[in-house]
Each structure stands twice: as C-alpha cells, then as structure tokens.
C-alpha cells in the first residue's frame, strides 16, 4: 500500500524567506502525487499535482514542486513566503494508472510564518 | 451544487448514540470519498464510492462504521454506538470521474464530530 511521510510536523520562516517542505512517498510502479493545503478553519484545497510528464510541477500561490523518482520524492518549496501561507500543507499520493483513485495523506506539516 | 456540502458542520452526541453524517457532492462528480481528520493528523481515508457502488471500505475502522450512496448521490456516513475515540473531522471529497487520483478531490467543509 502506498504511504506518505512529511519528515517535518512545523516549520517556522520570516517572510519573504525561501521555504522547501519534504515529502517522500513508498515507491511504486506509477504514482500520482499531490500537495493540499489547509488554511486555519478551512477546508483542504488542491496546491498542485503531478500525474506524468515534467517533473516540475508549478502550482497556486507561487509553490513548486519536483518529483524525483529515484529519490521517491515530491518537495515543495517557495522562493518567498508571505503570512498569508501560514497553513498547514499535506503531501498525497495515489497509484498511477486508470485505476487510481484512492489518495493517501501524510501527517502533514505546519508551516509558520514571522514578520 | 457549487461546491461539496456536508451536514451538519457540527454534531455533538452522547457516548452510545448513533449519528449520521451527510454528504452532497458537486452535482455531476461521479465519485465520492469519506476522510477522517484527527486533530494534527492528515486525513485518513474510510470508504469511497463510484456511482452508488462501494468500491473500497478498506479504510473503515470497525463494523460501527458504515456509508452508502444509494442513488449515486448523497451520501451518508453511519457511526453506530459512538465512542470517544470516534471524535474527529469528518471530511467528504467528490470527483468528476472515477480516476478520481488524476483530477484531485474537492473537499467539503467537513463535520466536526465530538463524542461526549
């Protein structure tokens, strides 16, 4: 069964600092992978995905993600944070293939953000 | 609708008591998730659905716990002779096909559920 480990429950940055959140997956066959974030008293919102193709992926709000398989990868980062990213992010994954669907969570990683 | 509405947003029961918890997805959107968020957690997937057939319910924690989707459409979440272990964030998710993996999920606002 695919799994998701987020190496990192918080990270705290200035603004405007660059920011990477990790995120390595089981390896399978073919995966899907995804970040969602979730801001306070909201519900999950998709970031950015990688189905196939270019292994960086560019999402909402200026993130960025590269999937590297030989290292069953998927970091996320910015180049400049503002407050307004204070969240917390879930890495996911799902199998690739027609028959995907399932998506698996990690545990997810807050990320704090200092004037 | 416009979005994945579930109800109530908040429910708190009685050890002992069942509830139900309802989800209506984007209308169109062919399949459905259940998620259970604890607090500091990641979701954790329950069960989910194509159409009104059950697909998975690997992820169901015991036989307390059931979920069907008769007419392909709303849903609903079942939690018979709830514990406390059962409070969490109860989150739904619908997706326009059945490779829903490829589309990403559209959450709803989940139900806080507290067992007192």
């Known amino acids: 069964a695919q799994s998701v480990t987020q190496l990192d429950s918080q990270v705290p940055v200035f603004e405007e600092a660059p920011v990477e959140l990790r995120c390595n997956y089981s390896?399978?066959?073919?995966?899907?992978l995804f970040w969602y974030v979730q801001y306070p008293n909201q519900g999950l919102q998709l970031l950015l995905k990688y189905l196939s193709g270019s292994t960086l992926v560019k999402g909402i709000n200026g993130f960025e993600a590269e999937f590297n398989k030989s290292q069953t990868s998927f970091h996320l980062r910015k180049p400049s944070v503002h407050i307004s990213d204070t969240a917390e992010y879930f890495c996911?994954?799902?199998?690739?293939?027609?028959?995907?669907?399932?998506?698996?969570f990690g545990s997810g990683t807050r990320l704090s953000i200092r004037p | 609708g416009a979005g994945v509405s579930q109800s109530p947003r908040y429910k708190v029961t009685k050890r002992g008591q069942d509830v139900a918890l309802r989800c209506d997805p984007i209308?169109?959107?062919?399949?459905l998730y259940w998620y259970r968020q604890a607090l500091g957690q990641g979701p954790e997937f329950l069960t989910y659905f194509n159409y009104e057939a059950q697909q998975d319910k690997s992820g169901l924690p015991n036989d307390r716990f059931s979920a069907e989707r008769p007419e392909g459409s709303i849903s609903t979440l079942t939690i018979q002779r709830t514990e406390q272990r059962d409070s969490a964030m109860y989150r739904c998710?619908?997706?326009?096909?059945?490779?829903?993996?490829?589309?990403?999920?559209?959450f709803g606002s989940g139900t806080r559920l507290t067992v007192v």
């Open positions: 996911a994954v799902s199998d690739g293939g027609s028959s995907a669907s399932k998506i698996i």
């Open positions: 209308s169109g959107h062919v399949s």
């Open positions: 998710a619908s997706s326009l096909d059945t490779g829903g993996a490829a589309y990403g999920y559209t």
């Open positions: 390896s399978s066959v073919s995966v899907y």
